[in-house]
């Protein structure tokens, strides 16, 4: 099936309605927000691969989770997921639902199967590591973190001893300042 181009007339509301939702949101103006984001949900077009219908569903998950609605909000996730399994923002944002319903197992099978779709999120991460109780295997650590022990000594191993003038001068490799060799006293 081919997919038909989106006449122009269409294609702006199509792109303001999240937008706006989400700003009404943020406003506070929560009838607003529901009636926008719904209704992006049911223009959102019906792709083969799901990902439009996805992205609304989360959109509108994530409101619902913000007012407090957090089983619609699960279950709008599900049928993003349904939409497009591999979404990892929808795997996040259930783990996430999921972990604070103290449903601690499922929440770390959601964002093991985010990392696998896309291991370039630290904060998923770290949520995994949190609920096994150590590092994953396979993702960096996020930026900023500090090495765990196992990577600390693999660092100490590779790194050449400091030179015995840098130690009696007191200065260490990664130290602040400028190494300088001690002067001849004239």
């Known amino acids: 099936m081919l997919l038909q181009p989106v006449p122009r007339s269409e294609s702006k509301p199509r792109r303001l309605l999240p937008r706006a939702g989400r700003s009404a949101g943020r406003a506070g103006r929560k009838d607003d927000a529901f009636r926008l984001i719904e209704g992006w949900v049911q223009r959102a077009p019906t792709c083969p691969d799901g990902k439009i219908a996805a992205d609304a569903k989360i959109e509108l998950a994530r409101l619902n989770d913000e007012f407090g609605n957090r089983q619609v909000a699960q279950e709008q996730l599900i049928e993003a997921l349904a939409a497009d399994p591999n979404n990892s923002r929808a795997l996040t944002a259930l783990g996430k639902i999921r972990e604070e319903a103290g449903d ?14 896309d291991d370039r999120q630290p904060e998923v991460a770290m949520r995994v590591t949190a609920l096994q109780g150590g590092p994953v295997q396979g993702v960096p650590a996020p930026a900023g973190s500090p090495p765990t022990v196992e990577q600390g000594t693999r660092m100490a191993d590779r790194s050449p001893a400091p030179p015995a003038k840098m130690i009696a001068n007191g200065a260490m490799p990664g130290s602040v300042g400028v190494y300088r060799p001690s002067l001849p006293v004239q």
């Open 104 to 117: 601690k197992a499922q929440a770390l099978a959601n964002y093991r199967r985010s990392l696998a779709e």
